[in-house]
């Protein structure tokens, strides 16, 4: 079974620049989450999809961050425009039966 | 609010040394928990999970731990550490009847000697 994909695997971007990050779950599974994870520190949850209903953006900012799974599968999350404090691994994650799998992450840097 | 406590930020052992890493959580309900580990250069992996049965839960790279409720604690063990567990650890929580969010703790960073 291939596990979650995400790419990029970095990126450095200059700030006020937009950046966008894809993920791929695992097949089959409806629930997909973006989470946050700065240096040294545990993840943070930024969003939670069942399938392509955005069910828990509570964590989102919104006035910079947007995310979609247009068709249930695949999502994208953006940031436009990128600030300093984004710089951190943006991670994707998929569930079945309440266990969550991970993808290795996107680092991003912003200069 | 639910919460994550992990009071060993970083801990350093020799080879064949026992290790416990503590987990605390506060959520009065029903919890799911999950140990995950995360290698140098790797993806978030998981290490062992209990939802219900027995407390005491045995994961993978003999790994095991054990959930009191009465304590809210669900801390991480090792008889004896090898070098290749070099890595960070996390501990998250779940509360199916809240809103199902799994919430982190900080993570405990594990330095194994050889």
């Known amino acids: 079974e291939a596990g979650v994909v995400q790419s990029p695997r970095y990126k450095i971007i200059e700030k006020k620049q937009p950046v966008a990050f894809w993920c791929n779950p695992i097949?089959?599974?409806?629930?997909l989450y973006w989470y946050l994870q700065n240096l040294g520190q545990g993840p943070e949850l930024l969003i939670r999809?069942?399938?392509?209903?955005?069910?828990?953006d509570s964590q989102l900012p919104k006035d910079r961050f947007s995310a979609e799974r247009l068709k249930g599968v695949d999502s994208t999350l953006k940031i436009q425009p990128a600030e300093l404090g984004d710089s951190a691994v943006y991670l994707c994650?998929?569930?079945?039966?309440?266990?969550?799998?991970f993808g290795p992450g996107t680092r991003l840097t912003v200069l | 609010a639910q919460s994550v406590s992990q009071h060993n930020h970083h801990v350093i052992l020799s080879e064949a040394a026992s290790l416990e890493l503590g987990c605390n959580y506060s959520?009065?309900?029903?919890?799911?928990l999950f140990w995950y580990v995360q290698y140098p250069g790797q993806h978030l992996q998981l290490l062992l999970k209990?939802?219900?049965?027995?407390?005491l839960v045995k994961g993978i790279k003999g790994f095991e731990a054990e959930f009191i409720k009465s304590k809210f604690s669900f801390n991480l063990r090792k008889p004896s550490v090898q070098w290749s567990d070099t890595a960070e650890y996390f501990c998250?929580?779940?509360?199916?009847?809240?809103?199902?969010?799994?919430?982190f703790g900080q993570g405990t960073t594990l330095q194994v000697k050889p």
């Open positions: 994650a998929s569930s079945r039966n309440n266990e969550q799998f």
């Open positions: 097949s089959g599974h409806n629930t």
């Open positions: 999809y069942e399938n392509e209903e955005a069910v828990d």
């Open positions: 959520y009065g309900g029903t919890v799911n």
């Open positions: 209990y939802f219900s049965g027995d407390p």
């Open positions: 998250a929580v779940n509360a199916p009847s809240n809103t199902g969010k799994l919430i």
